[in-house]
């Protein structure tokens, strides 16, 4: 009887040695391993190496303005290709402003809404909306722009900034005609086109909200505002954080939307009625039209700035969510 060795197992003995055909199966599987393994690891770097490659590309094609204004470029609000003059200040200005007021109301609005289909609308109602919403983010954007400027524009200059301008014109941010284009109401509807975006992802966090602890939290007396507030906006988070930053590099890099209706002016202007531009938008009007060299690499370097404005974003987002995700776990 063969004894078996002090760390094998017995039953091992019982099975039969491995075939021809076993052992031809057992290498296919390691190949198959090992293929997998480097293919995965190939698609894993194809994404750092196309953003590298994108930004290697953008600098290298906008280093001639940058060596002919250099810092300058990014503090001027001068736009002049006659004279060859150009600056990148307003186009900054103008994205980041509308992007703020976008978030100003898409965010807010779209807390509301998730808490509404999942905390007090009843099935059937959550059901429906909440396809609609699916429904407005695949919306394209031209579709967006075109209804802000035949639409929504005349309202704009009609109504709402007429209204705006007799009750807040002793702010800056009111005063001037009401031409119904520029930057408050390009920022209306890029938060028409985030708001979708934002909500659904958010709707879809607080549904992941175990039933459990919030029953618990009935249970003990709370009232639905005290569950919500208390309970299902601190469990989701770390998600509406996320769902967040998703919206704000959506609305960065809006194109054809804003460019219907902010008016397209190179100038900085305290007042929200006054027509502005972004990056985009000016890389949009203008890219065609670019023919001199210092004016195409002006144009890249406006891509430049926005491809490093929304790197910096979705790194401050991702330093965000980790330390949100620690401080969760270690509370858990």
């Known amino acids: 009887m063969v004894k078996p060795a002090r760390n094998q197992n ?17 290498r296919t599987s390691v190949r198959g391993d090992r293929v997998f393994r480097w293919s995965t690891l190939l698609c894993s770097l194809l994404v750092p190496l196309v953003m590298l490659a994108i930004g290697l590309e ?33 186009s900054i200005f103008g994205t980041l402003v509308s992007t703020l007021i976008a978030m100003l109301i898409a965010v ?15 099935p059937w109602l959550s059901r429906t909306v909440g396809t609609m919403i699916e429904l407005l983010a695949a919306v394209p954007s031209i579709i967006y722009g075109m209804w802000g400027l035949f639409v929504f ?16 014109g002793f702010l ?15 920022g209306i509807i890029l938060a028409f086109m985030v708001l979708p975006f934002i909500s659904a992802v958010t709707r879809d966090v607080f549904q992941l909200v175990p039933p459990v602890v919030k029953e618990s939290a009935f249970g003990m007396g709370a009232t639905t505002w005290e569950v919500t507030y208390q309970v299902t906006i601190p469990y989701g988070l ?9 919206g704000l590099g959506r609305a960065l890099g809006e194109t054809m939307a804003v460019t219907f209706v902010i008016g397209n002016a190179h100038r900085i ?4 009625f006054s027509p502005g531009n972004t990056i985009a938008s000016t890389l949009a009007n203008e890219f065609s039209e670019a023919t001199e060299p210092l004016y195409v690499s002006s144009l890249v370097a406006l891509g430049l700035v926005l491809y490093l404005i929304t790197y910096l974003v979705q ?13 969760w776990s270690v509370g858990l």
């Open 238 to 246: 770390v998600g509406i954080i996320g769902a967040v930053f998703l």
């Open 172 to 186: 800056p941010l009111f005063q001037g005609p009401p031409l119904g284009i520029g930057m408050l109401t390009a």
């Open 269 to 272: 202007s305290a007042s929200l």
């Open 153 to 168: 524009a005349p309202f704009m200059a009609d109504y709402v900034q007429p209204f705006l301008g007799k009750t807040l």
């Open 108 to 122: 807010p609005l779209s807390l509301a809404i998730a808490l509404f289909l999942v905390e007090l609308a009843p």
């Open 58 to 90: 953008l600098l290298l094609s906008s280093w001639p303005a940058v060596k002919q204004f250099g810092w300058r470029f990014f503090f001027s609000q001068e736009w002049n290709p006659v004279l060859q003059q150009f600056g990148a200040a307003s």
């Open 315 to 327: 790194v401050v987002a991702q330093m965000m969510l980790r330390r949100r995700y620690r401080a």
């Open 10 to 26: 017995p039953e091992d003995l019982r099975r039969p040695p491995l075939t021809v055909v076993g052992d031809r199966q057992v």
